[in-house]
């Protein structure tokens, strides 16, 4: 190949397999990057010369408790405006953040709940040329109860936090 398509793989779908040895694994046949890696382990990669395609913070708050909800707010903003300089000096670029689940909430409270969240840690990111990352996730098959489980939704967040690259 002529360097033109980079493949990663998302560690947590190696189960058991340490870090360590799924570095070299990867290595062996021929992946550039590993997925979902947390500060923490970052020096893992780069010392076998991998890229973390995605970043992700463990936070206090989880994949279902995201920015749709303002309870999670606060912590989520202390999270991210630590984290994103963090990223940025590593030499990564994109961080991924979560809506959360409904319980119960409608898309459009869950979506102006997610931009008055995302909006006050987007400066810090593009100061850093960081890029804020929401997963649209499958809530019909595997994850039941996310918000942010279609396009439709995904892009009105872009747009409505003022993303204009569309």
Not at 18 to 29: D, F, G, R, S, T
Not at 100 to 122: A, F, H, P, S, Y
Request: proline content about 4%.
């Amino acid at each position: 190949m002529k360097g033109n398509i980079n493949h990663s793989v998302a560690q947590w779908t190696y189960g058991n397999m340490p870090l360590e040895e799924l570095c070299v694994e990867a290595k062996k046949i021929g992946m550039t990057a590993i997925d979902l890696i947390a500060p923490k382990d970052w020096p893992t990669l780069k010392k076998h010369g991998l890229h973390c395609s995605m970043c992700y913070i463990a936070g206090k708050v989880s994949l279902t408790e995201g920015w749709n909800n303002p309870k999670f707010h606060e912590q989520l903003i202390k999270d991210y405006t630590e984290a994103i300089p963090m990223v940025a000096e590593a030499g990564y670029t994109n961080l991924i953040c979560f809506s959360g689940n409904r319980n119960g909430m409608d898309d459009k409270t869950g979506l102006e709940n997610c931009v008055k969240g995302l909006k006050q840690i987007l400066p810090l990111a593009e100061k850093h040329n960081v890029v804020i990352v929401m997963e649209l996730l499958n809530s019909k098959k595997d994850h039941k109860d996310y918000m942010c489980d279609h396009t439709t939704w995904g892009v009105e967040l872009l747009q409505t936090v003022g993303f204009s690259q569309l």
